[in-house]
């Protein structure tokens, strides 16, 4: 079985990813844990249901498609329930994920890159 999930990141990272695979961050959640009032956070990739951007929270130039070949449940420990609530979210070892995935970079923002030429709407309208 395959699963297709997603990571959005900066252009320098998504190449670095490619060619050398993931590496773990700690992650702050922005929450506080109820028993001692420490913030929580997590150590791993994450990784999303759908593409997301700028307006999901999350800058980055570079979306990653991260095509896993596991087993169904096998990325169930690793689910982060109710962090979205349109999209399924996961953290994951990078380990994990160098042993058992495929990425490749699936779109680049042309506006932060050499790869196009994008004009803003004002340049659109001079004349």
Same mark, same amino acid.
């Given at each position: 079985?395959?699963? +297709?999930?997603?990571?959005?990141?900066?252009?320098?990272?998504?190449?670095?990813?490619? !060619? *050398?695979?993931?590496?773990d961050r700690k992650w702050d959640l922005g929450v506080l844990d109820s028993g001692s009032s *420490?913030?929580v956070s997590v150590t791993g990739v994450w990784l999303s249901g759908r593409p997301l951007d700028?307006?999901?929270?999350?800058?980055?130039?570079?979306?990653?498609?991260? +095509?896993? *070949?596991? !087993?169904?449940? *096998?990325?169930?420990?690793? !689910?982060?329930?109710?962090?979205?609530?349109?999209?399924?979210?996961?953290?994951?070892?990078?380990?994990?994920?160098?042993?058992?995935?495929? +990425?490749?970079?699936?779109?680049?923002?042309?506006?932060?890159?050499?790869?196009?030429?994008?004009?803003?709407?004002?340049? !659109?309208?001079?004349?």
């Open positions: 079985m395959s699963l +297709t999930l997603f990571h959005r990141t900066t252009i320098a990272l998504a190449r670095s990813i490619v !060619e *050398d695979g993931f590496s *420490d913030a700028g307006k999901d929270g999350v800058d980055g130039d570079a979306q990653l498609e991260v +095509t896993l *070949d596991i !087993e169904d449940g *096998d990325l169930e420990p690793f !689910e982060l329930e109710g962090m979205l609530w349109d999209a399924r979210f996961w953290v994951a070892p990078a380990d994990f994920l160098n042993r058992h995935a495929s +990425t490749r970079i699936l779109e680049v923002d042309p506006r932060t890159s050499w790869f196009g030429n994008v004009q803003d709407d004002a340049d !659109e309208h001079e004349g």
